[in-house]
């Protein structure tokens, strides 16, 4: 079973569905905490495409239009490379979120993936 339809399933009667604001405001709250990020081709069956943890930083605009946390792992992380890891919502490919009571697990739907972010 995917993300997209775990909340209609009794079984996952502890699942909450988020509101874009909400999962934003999630993440907000996840800033400076580890966190195991997931990347998750949908389908049947999903496919797992990307795995990498670190600390969950400050929100930044700068990646505009997408809200972006950057996620360091440590001393690899090297500013002015080519590429800054982190997690870029889409708030035009937004389609779903779902959580746990906590909002410490997050399931992103945006397009053809799915991020699940959760924290370690």
């Known amino acids: 079973m995917d993300a997209t ?11 909450l569905e988020l ?3 909400e999962v934003v405001q ?4 996840l800033q400076g905490t580890r ?5 998750v081709q949908r389908g049947e069956p999903e ?18 239009p997408t809200l972006f946390w950057p996620v360091s792992a440590g001393a690899e992380d090297e500013l002015g490379t080519v590429e800054e890891t982190g997690i ?3 708030r035009e490919r937004f389609e779903a979120s779902l ?3 906590g909002r410490t697990v997050l399931h992103i739907i945006q397009g053809p993936v799915i991020v699940n972010v ?3």
């Open 99 to 101: 959580a746990n009571p």
């Open 19 to 21: 509101s874009w604001d």
């Open 88 to 90: 870029h919502l889409h």
């Open 118 to 120: 959760r924290g370690v």
């Open 5 to 15: 339809t775990a909340a209609a399933d009794p079984r996952h009667t502890q699942t």
């Open 26 to 29: 999630a993440l907000t709250a």
């Open 35 to 39: 966190v195991a990020v997931r990347v």
């Open 47 to 64: 496919t797992l495409v990307a795995v990498f943890r670190g600390h969950l930083g400050t929100s930044r605009a700068g990646k505009r």
